[in-house]
T-cell receptor, first 114, second 115 residues
Framework: DGGITQSPKYLFRKEGQNVTLSCEQNLNHDAMYWYRQDPGQGLRLIYYSQIVNDFQKGDIAEGYSVSREKKESFPLTVTSAQKNPTAFYLC?????????????FGPGTRLTVL | AQKVTQAQTEISVVEKEDVTLDCVYETRDTTYYLFWYKQPPSGELVFLIRRNSFDEQNEISGRYSWNFQKSTSSFNFTITASQVVDSAVYFCALSEGSYGQNFVFGPGTRLSVLP
C-alpha cells in the first residue's frame, strides 16, 4: 500500500534534548512538508522540500532542522532551541510542489516535552 | 492578515441535520486553488476536494457538496444528513503563487455530530 508513515506515534522527551521525527513515503512524490499543529489551531508550515538535497524554511522554522538525502525520507529534528516543542507534527507529500497539487498526510507524531 | 478564515470554531448538530462549514479566503492572484481536508480523531488529514479559481461550478459528492463563489471569496462545504462519522475537524486551504509556494490552511472548524 502506498502512503506516508510517521514514527513514533507518541514521543516524550526531556527538556533540552534534541529529538528526530521520522517521515517516509512510498508514493514517489518529489515534494515533502512538515507541519506543526497546536490544540485548537490550524497547521503551520515548518519546512518543505521540493526535491532531494534541497529544502526551504516555512513560517516557523526556528528551532527545527531537516534533511532530504533520499526522495522517500524527510526527517525532522526538534532541537533544544525550540522553546515550546510540545505539539502534534504532521508530515505530508505531494507529487511535486505545484499550485494544483493536493498534499497527502501521514498519521502524525504527538511530541510531549516533560 | 489571515488568508483563510473559518469563522466557525465549533459546530454541533444532531444526526441527520444538514450543516454548512464556511470558508472565506483572501488572495490577489487570479489563479489559485482551494482545498478541503478532514481530520478525524485519529489525526491524519484526509483530502476531500480541490477546486481551481476558474471553475465556479458547484460540486456534489454523495452527502458532500461545495459552493464556490468568487464574488464573495467563499468556498463553503455542506454535509447533508450528517452522520456521527462526520465528526472531525475540517480545514479549508488556499494554494497560490506561481508554483504553489504559498499553501495556507485555515484554523479549522470542529464538527460534532451527536446521535
Amino acid at each position: 500500500d502506498g502512503g506516508i508513515t510517521q514514527s513514533p506515534k507518541y514521543l516524550f522527551r526531556k527538556e533540552g534534548q534534541n529529538v528526530t521525527l521520522s517521515c517516509e513515503q512510498n508514493l514517489n512524490h518529489d515534494a515533502m512538508y512538515w507541519y506543526r499543529q497546536d490544540p485548537g489551531q490550524g497547521l503551520r508550515l515548518i519546512y518543505y522540500s521540493q526535491i532531494v538535497n534541497d529544502f526551504q524554511k516555512g513560517d516557523i522554522a526556528e528551532g527545527y532542522s531537516v534533511s532530504r538525502e533520499k526522495k522517500e525520507s524527510f526527517p525532522l529534528t526538534v532541537t533544544s532551541a525550540q522553546k515550546n516543542p510540545t505539539a502534534f507534527y504532521l508530515c505530508a507529500s505531494s507529487i511535486r510542489q505545484g499550485i494544483d497539487n493536493e498534499q497527502f498526510f501521514g498519521p502524525g507524531t504527538r511530541l510531549t516535552v516533560l | 492578515a489571515q488568508k483563510v478564515t473559518q469563522a466557525q470554531t465549533e459546530i454541533s448538530v444532531v444526526e441527520k441535520e444538514d450543516v454548512t462549514l464556511d470558508c472565506v479566503y483572501e488572495t490577489r492572484d487570479t489563479t489559485y486553488y482551494l482545498f478541503w481536508y478532514k481530520q478525524p480523531p485519529s489525526g491524519e488529514l484526509v483530502f476531500l476536494i480541490r477546486r481551481n479559481s476558474f471553475d465556479e461550478q458547484n460540486e456534489i459528492s454523495g452527502r458532500y457538496s461545495w459552493n464556490f463563489q468568487k464574488s464573495t471569496s467563499s468556498f463553503n462545504f455542506t454535509i447533508t444528513a450528517s452522520q456521527v462519522v462526520d465528526s472531525a475537524v475540517y480545514f479549508c486551504a488556499l494554494s497560490e503563487g506561481s508554483y504553489g509556494q504559498n499553501f495556507v490552511f485555515g484554523p479549522g472548524t470542529r464538527l460534532s455530530v451527536l446521535p
